[in-house]
């Protein structure tokens, strides 16, 4: 199965590998411990191929959450298709001498679950994960919800999602390399929107949220370290196109957010530059 929907937890993080390492694996303990009996038993190496971890894997993680610059760690509960549970973090060297951007980009870490996970454990049980996994990252934003999970540079998935995407707009399309432009600035809307520093504040925190966000379900909660989680309605939805209205929720805190949006346009043009356009902004046109 080369697509499938499930659950993603990204968070975006403003600090190089070297600073956040304990705090990565610390999440990705409490990751594993949540999903269990599931595991995380593959590992993906520098050509992209997946192997059972063995000592030679465990020697290999070793060396990548150690790394002193970069990092890139990859692992699944099955190799069939696409994991149903995945870990995916990529860790970044903002002080590199050789890049003139390495300062702005950002390290990466996701989470993924199977639909199914949501629909037996339910959606008070994901966000109570979520919530734990960003307790010990010094993000600054993340998300989690309903997304696309497969080989989205695959010619015919890609075309499937692009011809999907629209009828739902809930559902997110990862893009992994958003973090080389990102910055300070939010990559969409999603179910459950983290917010840190400096965007938090500028928007005049907690409080000032509450005043703007007004639909019924969205919850604003404070979290440490200046942050906080905008969670919209008790549980995910993929929404529908066909259907009115298309998640209200989710347009009003696009409206709220609008200034600080990350649009792809801006860094990197796309090859259909107007679909593109349609999709970044379908909560806001």
Same mark, same amino acid.
């Given at each position: 199965?080369?697509?499938?929907?499930?659950?993603?937890?990204?968070?975006?993080?403003?600090?190089?590998?070297?600073?956040?390492?304990?705090?990565?694996?610390?999440?990705?303990?409490?990751?594993?411990?949540?999903?269990?009996?599931?595991?995380?038993? @593959?590992?993906?190496?520098?050509? *992209?191929?997946?192997?059972?971890?063995?000592?030679?894997?465990?020697?290999?993680?070793?060396?990548?959450?150690?790394?002193?610059?970069?990092?890139?760690?990859?692992?699944?509960?099955?190799?069939?298709?696409?994991?149903?549970?995945?870990?995916?973090?990529?860790?970044?060297?903002?002080?590199?001498?050789?890049?003139?951007?390495?300062?702005?980009?950002?390290?990466? $870490?996701?989470?993924?679950?199977?639909?199914?996970?949501?629909?037996?454990? *339910?959606?008070?049980? $994901?966000?109570?994960?979520?919530?734990?996994?960003?307790?010990?990252?010094?993000?600054?934003?993340?998300?989690?919800?309903?997304?696309?999970?497969?080989?989205?540079?695959?010619?015919?998935?890609?075309?499937?999602?692009?011809?999907?995407?629209?009828?739902?707009?809930? !559902?997110?399309?990862?893009?992994?390399?958003?973090?080389?432009?990102?910055?300070?600035?939010?990559?969409?809307?999603? @179910?459950?929107?983290?917010? *840190?520093?400096?965007?938090?504040?500028?928007?005049?925190?907690?409080?000032?949220?509450?005043?703007?966000?007004?639909?019924?379900?969205?919850?604003?909660?404070?979290?440490?370290?200046?942050?906080?989680?905008?969670?919209?309605?008790?549980?995910?939805?993929?929404?529908?196109?066909?259907?009115?209205?298309?998640?209200?929720?989710?347009?009003?805190?696009?409206?709220?957010?609008?200034?600080?949006?990350?649009?792809?346009?801006?860094?990197?043009?796309? !090859?259909?530059?107007?679909?593109?356009?349609? @999709?970044?902004?379908?909560?806001?046109?």
């Amino acid at each position: 199965m080369l697509l499938q929907d499930g659950v993603s937890i990204a968070f975006y993080l403003g600090h190089s590998h070297h600073d956040i390492t304990q705090h990565i694996e610390h999440t990705l303990h409490v990751f594993q411990h949540a999903i269990a009996p599931a595991s995380l038993d @593959w590992y993906c190496d520098y050509e *992209g191929d997946f192997h059972k971890i063995n000592s030679a894997g465990r020697a290999f993680l070793e060396q990548e959450f150690h790394s002193s610059q970069f990092a890139h760690v990859h692992l699944a509960d099955h190799v069939n298709g696409v994991g149903d549970y995945q870990f995916i973090y990529d860790g970044q060297w903002r002080e590199n001498p050789d890049s003139p951007d390495a300062s702005r980009v950002l390290s990466t $870490v996701t989470f993924w679950l199977p639909t199914e996970f949501l629909e037996s454990q *339910g959606p008070v049980l $994901v966000r109570e994960l979520a919530l734990k996994l960003s307790a010990d990252l010094p993000f600054t934003s993340g998300h989690a919800g309903l997304a696309f999970n497969g080989q989205l540079s695959l010619q015919g998935v890609d075309e499937r999602v692009h011809r999907e995407r629209l009828r739902h707009p809930g !559902m997110d399309v990862p893009d992994e390399s958003a973090s080389l432009h990102l910055g300070n600035r939010i990559r969409g809307v999603h @179910w459950m929107n983290f917010l *840190g520093p400096p965007v938090l504040a500028e928007l005049g925190g907690v409080a000032a949220l509450r005043e703007r966000l007004k639909s019924p379900g969205t919850t604003v909660q404070p979290l440490s370290e200046g942050r906080a989680v905008i969670t919209l309605g008790p549980e995910p939805d993929a929404g529908e196109t066909a259907r009115s209205p298309v998640l209200s929720a989710y347009r009003e805190l696009a409206r709220v957010l609008e200034p600080w949006m990350y649009f792809q346009g801006d860094s990197r043009p796309s !090859m259909d530059a107007e679909a593109q356009r349609r @999709w970044e902004r379908r909560f806001l046109d």
